[in-house]
């Protein structure tokens, strides 16, 4: 009879702390968040209930996901059966080059989500034009965005004024930016990071410019809101797009 006593209170404690465990589990359950919804491409219909400003809030959200290293779920061999017989992307993008700026990844975009079109010092020419007339007009794109970077290659090398073969012309278009940044900004050569980085965003600008001017089919869509032209700057030390306010 004596012994039974501490066996009793040793079943207790152990009642007692499964109980607490338990408790806490629970508590802990319910602080977490819900496991991370499917993304799919998008269809027609969700492409054509898209505004312009909602795409934009996609590619936001789509950034500040990447910046948290918490990028949505995705499929990309059901995404790729998905679009194989068409695509419905809500936005184009025109940004550099870089390897240190794959936009699809840095905007946390995945298959038929955008069209891209990238080169160095994301400059503008008449087929990457026509290829933002196709996205938009052809086939329902929202939004046009241009998206420069900070310590831009491309941009160093239009200020310091190298001539390399081909690459010589395609720096030329950047040129015009340097004229954009204040004359008090010195010295405007590309070990002044400032600099480089002021002519990268004048840039960018003078590209939104360029599209408006140059081709009246966007006109007259950005005229009747059809489409929004944003531009915006890529932070390569910390992940994050800058886009303008309008
Ligand atoms: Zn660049």
């Known amino acids: ?6 066996l009793n209170r040793f079943r207790l404690v152990a009642l007692l702390l499964i109980a607490t465990l338990f408790l806490a589990a629970e ?29 934009l809030a996609e590619l936001k959200a789509g950034n500040a996901r990447f910046v948290a290293g918490k990028p949505i779920r995705r499929n990309p061999p059901a995404d790729v059966k998905a679009t194989a017989s068409g695509q419905y992307p809500y936005a184009v993008v025109l940004s550099c080059l ?29 087929d990457i034009l026509g290829s933002m007339e196709f996205a938009c007009k052809a086939s329902g794109a929202k939004l046009i965005a241009v998206i420069g970077h900070s310590n831009c290659g491309a941009i160093k090398g239009a200020v310091d004024d190298v001539q390399l073969g081909n690459l010589t012309g395609l720096l030329t278009k950047i040129k015009p930016a340097m004229d954009a940044v ?11 990071a400032t600099f480089v980085d002021q002519v990268a965003e004048a840039n960018v600008h003078l590209v939104m410019q360029q599209i408006r001017e140059r081709s009246p089919i966007l006109r007259e869509m950005l005229d009747q809101h059809k489409i929004a032209l944003v531009g915006g700057m890529y932070d390569l030390s910390t992940g994050q797009v800058h886009f303008f306010e309008k």
């Open 98 to 126: 870089d390897s240190r700026q794959p936009i699809e990844m840095v905007l946390d975009q995945g298959i038929g989500d955008i069209f891209s079109a990238r080169v160095a010092g994301n400059v503008l020419n008449d």
């Open 27 to 55: 508590r802990q359950s319910v602080g977490r968040p819900p496991p991370a919804t499917l993304a799919t491409p998008p269809t027609k219909d969700v492409q054509s209930a898209m505004t312009p400003d909602a795409a």
């Open 1 to 6: 009879m004596k012994r039974k006593k501490p």
């Open 182 to 192: 204040p004359a008090g900004i010195s010295p405007r050569t590309s070990k002044n």
